[in-house]
């Protein structure tokens, strides 16, 4: 047990972030307000972005800006320290 | 036992969200599978039912008239004006509802689809001129051209692009273009392509990687956006790979301009080039599939060169198997492995983002699925004809009515490649990052030509 929650620890440390109080009790990106995913959304943060691609497509599957850091991230992207609910 | 119990929170952070059977109706790609495949569906039905009328009404369109005086032209729109207003809601309703469903704003796409629909209506009628030929006004072309002036010299509202859905019309009509495309061909075709898409796939993406980090010091996740892009399908690929490699705001701006730029010129140049070169159409096909970046862009190139050449049906074929079986089904690829490098080689673990294989069929661009299902299903109806009753029965009922609905849905997106590229959007890009994408498109240009034109000359000759 103790090997393991050390093991936890370090890992931890690598990967600093904190949680939110979600019932859930687990963050994503998609639930935090500094992330657009939503392909109209995106499309209007992105100019350009529709003129020979699209948001609404397949392979955009769930990538999403996150505009705290300005860089592109999938929604389930869980490890940040900035982390704030939106309330999604 | 608290970090024990947030790194299980963690770990469960970190599994794919529920995606299954939302993307069904969410994603455009699934869209344009399920509206191709119904208009093919409807046409056999209306066959079957001795109703093609209906379906041949509705899918037409004034692109073969050869009128010579604007009377004439007139006269016709007055006679047809019904039939017309018939069409103008089955699109209407067809696309509206659906990208409704989407999330895009219906009091929007409305009014900018009027707009698109006659100015698409208009694009015909000049390339439905008896003259056209002669003064290359081939309908992507100038729909395109007159597209980007509209663009650029007046002010469109934004709102506006609620209905130039440039990816949507184009992946439906790639599922309609299924619905003409025999399985047999694709089959046959399909391995050439794949090695061809394969070898252009990797050298090109290397080669703007390496050029980018080595000769210029770029980032490597922007190396990484714009290579792919170059490399597989333009924007919507550097897209897929900006997630991966966690790449900022900026480096998919520099994807965006450089790919529209280049593309935009690829499609005025590459016909030109392919005429004066003398290239058989299935030849100029797969070299514009090797050295387009977007689908879009390439079907406006190859499709402009059929026409140069009375053969469209040839270079769409080629561009097809090239561009859409053989370089798109990249995309997933480079995503996980970039993914890989990103985790494993820059960072080393400290992002604590895992590839996951699972992400090739996340982004798989499904309207390809649309495209195998139209091929197979439309060659299994048609194997019940033999060839005099094929060609004058299937062909006039249910192909050639497919074909005119696919030409208006190009139609539909070429003019909305020109409203929706307002160079005054794009931002200006580094010397550094033009010249890396540069290099790669040099070198994605000579290879497409000397793998399509010389090593696989014959075989791309003989596509009809």
Same mark, same amino acid.
């Given at each position: ?13 690598? *990967? ?19 992330? =657009? ?13 529709? *003129? ?10 769930? =990538? ?25 | 036992?608290?970090?024990?119990? #947030? ?46 009328? *209906? ?13 010579? #005086? ?173 997630? #991966? ?74 561009? =097809? ?19 890989? *490098? ?64 696919? =030409? ?57």
């Amino acid at each position: 047990m103790l090997k393991q929650q050390a093991k936890a620890k370090s890992q931890f440390n690598l *990967i600093p972030f904190r949680f939110s109080a979600a019932a859930s009790g687990v963050t994503r990106c998609a639930a935090c307000r500094f992330f =657009t995913g939503a392909p109209a959304a995106l499309e209007r943060a992105i100019p350009g972005l529709n *003129i020979l691609s699209s948001a609404f497509g397949s392979v955009r599957a769930d =990538t999403g800006l996150c505009e705290r850091h300005g860089v592109f991230t999938t929604a389930r992207g869980a490890f940040c320290p900035q982390f704030e609910d939106g309330g999604g | 036992m608290t970090n024990v119990g #947030s790194l299980d929170a963690a770990r469960e952070a970190a599994k794919p969200e529920r995606r299954g059977w939302k993307e069904l109706y969410l994603k455009e790609d699934w869209w344009a599978v399920w509206l191709g495949l119904a208009l093919m569906v409807f046409a056999i039905l209306l066959f079957q039912a001795g109703c093609s009328n *209906i379906v041949k009404a509705l899918a037409i369109n004034p692109g073969g008239l050869k009128w010579n #005086s604007l009377g004439q032209l007139a006269d016709y729109f007055a006679q047809n004006a019904q039939l017309y207003l018939y069409q103008f809601l089955f699109w209407l309703v067809l696309f509206g509802a659906t990208t409704a469903i989407m999330g895009v704003k219906l009091k929007e796409f409305v009014p900018a689809f009027i707009f698109l629909y006659v100015g698409s209506l208009i694009m015909f009628a000049i390339a439905g001129w008896a003259n056209a030929a002669q003064f290359n006004l081939e309908a992507p072309l100038v729909a395109l051209i007159l597209g980007l002036i509209i663009a650029n010299v007046f002010r469109l509202p934004a709102w506006m692009d609620s209905a130039f859905r440039v990816e949507y019309y184009i992946k439906t009509g790639i599922v309609l273009l299924g619905a003409t495309f025999p399985i047999t061909l694709v089959l046959t075709a399909g391995p050439v392509a794949i090695v061809q898409a394969t070898i252009i796939s990797l050298v090109t993406c290397l080669v703007i990687y390496f050029v980018g980090t080595r000769l210029f010091g770029l980032e490597k996740p922007l190396a990484a956006v714009i290579g792919v892009g170059g490399a597989v399908c333009g924007v919507s690929a550097s897209m897929a790979i900006a997630a #991966s490699v966690n790449a900022k705001k900026d480096h998919l701006y520099t994807s965006i301009t450089l790919v529209v730029g280049w593309a935009l010129i690829m499609i005025l140049v590459l016909p030109f080039v392919s005429r004066a070169l003398g290239l058989p159409a299935g030849v100029a096909g797969a070299w514009i599939g090797t050295s387009e970046f977007a689908d879009a862009a390439g079907f406006a190139a190859a499709t402009t060169y059929g026409k140069m050449v009375g053969n469209e049906d040839a270079a769409i074929k080629s561009f =097809t198997l090239m561009k859409v079986i053989g370089r798109d089904l990249w995309i997933g690829v480079w995503s996980v492995v970039f993914a890989g *490098i990103a985790t494993f080689v820059w960072e080393k673990g400290q992002s604590g983002r895992v590839p996951d294989a699972r992400e090739i069929w996340w982004r798989f661009p499904k309207f390809v699925v649309g495209f195998f299902a139209a091929s197979i299903l439309m060659s299994a109806f048609t194997s019940g004809f033999n060839a005099p009753d094929f060609n004058t029965a299937v062909r006039p009922n249910v192909i050639a009515p497919l074909v005119s609905l696919r =030409t208006w849905t190009f139609i539909f997106c070429f003019l909305s490649i020109g409203l929706t590229t307002r160079f005054r959007d794009l931002h200006i890009v580094g010397w550094k990052a033009f010249w890396t994408f540069s290099i790669g498109v040099a070198v994605n240009v000579v290879l497409g030509y000397v793998l399509s034109v010389i090593v696989f000359g014959d075989y791309w000759a003989g596509i009809h």
